[in-house]
Structures are given as C-alpha cells and as structure tokens.
Nanobody, 124 residues
Framework: QVQLMESGGGLVQAGGSLRLSCAAS????????MGWYRQAPGKQRELVAG???????NYADAAKGRFTITRDNTKNTVYLQMNSLKPENTAVYYC??????????????????WGQGSLVTVSS
C-alpha cells in the first residue's frame, strides 16, 4: 500500500506565499512523475505543475513565473512553492504520483496515486 500525505495548505493574504509538500510512503519501488493539480469550486481538476524523476518540469500557463515545483528523491517528496498568490488561486490542491510499488520481493506494479487534497484560500 502507498499513500501521499499533503501539508502546507491554509489561508493566506493576496500577495503572500505558501509552500505545499507531498510525501509518498509505503512499499515504493520507484517514482517517475509527480505533480500538483487544482480544483476550484464548480470547475474541473486541472494540472498546475509536474516534474519527472530527472527534474524536468512543466507548468500551466497561469502558474509560470510565480509557482515552482521541486522534488527530493531521497525523501520521496514533491513541493510546490507558490508566490504572489492571488484570490483566483483559491482551490483544493491535489498531489499526484506516477509510481511503481512492490507486490512481492521480486515484483512491482504501476500505480497512479492521489493525495487527499489540501485547501488553499487566498483572501483579498
């Protein structure tokens, strides 16, 4: 079994910063891509940023220049640094990991795992 534990969400004033963290735990063989998605009220879930095992990143247009995604492979953890926050950034942010987990001593299986979601509220 594998879990993604998110932390760092909360209430922040417009113009402020917030840093989200997501740590994967369990019988993990490897983690390829990790990413952050958001879901605002009444809207579909959408990609904010993604990062590969080797450190290649991609961002939604709205996130470029203000948000930075990083990862620490020694801790199986991905971060999202959010600066210059705006009220429109208010959403539930979900961590995602494309990984493989151990099913036995000599076998592993792919899994697309999601965190429970973390609410980010930006006040004006």
């Amino acid at each position: 079994q594998v879990q993604l534990m998110e932390s760092g969400g909360g209430l922040v004033q417009a113009g402020g910063s917030l840093r989200l963290s997501c740590a994967a735990s369990g019988s993990i063989f490897s983690i390829n891509r990790m990413g952050w998605y958001r879901q605002a009220p009444g809207k579909q879930r959408e990609l904010v940023a993604g990062i590969t095992r080797g450190g290649s990143t991609n961002y939604a247009d709205a996130a470029k220049g203000r948000f930075t995604i990083t990862r620490d492979n020694t801790k199986n953890t991905v971060y999202l640094q959010m600066n210059s926050l705006k009220p429109e950034n208010t959403a539930v942010y979900y961590c995602n990991a494309d990984l493989e987990y151990y099913t036995g001593t000599n076998s592993h299986k792919p899994l697309d795992e999601w965190g429970q979601g973390s609410l980010v509220t930006v006040s004006s």
